[in-house]
């Protein structure tokens, strides 16, 4: 990795960028055989949140009316507990031991090791 360096040759400085929180306009369109978005009518709206009332909660959720009132975080914990109640999830519950598995570069290839059950202690 090379760093530029400035006219007196030290290190260029970073720039810090604005952490912007972008927000995201969710719309629900219908895609037409030739690619193009037609947007519903408040008729077909109404009609696909008759049809298919659990998307639809979630929609509306999404859009700022209610939905979960759990905060994101309590979200978090309701799917990393369920991932960790499959059985497929057996291999990632407990951290990788390198000296058992005999792989010496197992932290110069992982930096940041996780697993789900100390990912699970964490939350």
Request: aromatic content about 8%; overall charge positive.
């Amino acid at each position: 990795m090379q760093r530029r360096r400035s006219a007196g040759g030290a290190p260029a400085a970073r720039k810090k960028s604005a952490h912007i929180q972008q927000r995201f306009r969710y719309q629900l369109v219908r895609a037409l055989p030739n690619g193009e978005l037609q947007d519903l009518t408040p008729e077909e709206l109404a009609a696909f949140e008759a049809e298919f009332p659990q998307i639809a909660a979630r929609w509306v959720a999404a859009v700022g009316g209610g939905g979960d009132p759990r905060s994101w975080q309590e979200q978090c914990v309701v799917i990393l507990d369920s991932l960790m109640s499959v059985k497929i999830a057996i291999p990632f519950l407990q951290p990788v031991d390198p000296v058992a598995l005999q792989l010496p570069d197992y932290f110069s290839i992982i930096k940041n090791p996780m697993d789900l059950g100390t990912a699970g202690r964490r939350g």
